[in-house]
């Protein structure tokens, strides 16, 4: 897999889950304790970020870390 196209998966599962929640991009980088445009930068996949920050944004959004990596549903 292209490092892209993991990028703009995981963005896309990140935006994905947080609407699922109902979370705007201020809420939600509010509970993962990240700043709201670098939140919008990793939906956008323009962030490649470090495990660290999957781990604050699975906690965030309550869920494990594996559901990060599943494929975004249409």
Do not use: C, W
């Amino acid at each position: 897999m292209e490092s892209r196209e993991i990028l703009i998966k995981f963005g896309q599962r990140v935006r994905q889950l947080r609407k699922e929640k109902n979370l705007s991009q201020e809420e939600f980088s509010f509970k993962a304790d990240l700043h709201r445009t670098y939140i919008g930068m990793i939906e956008r996949a323009e962030k490649n970020i470090t495990l660290v920050n999957i781990e604050k944004i699975a906690k965030a959004l309550n869920v494990d870390i594996k559901e990060l990596f599943n494929e975004p549903k249409s």
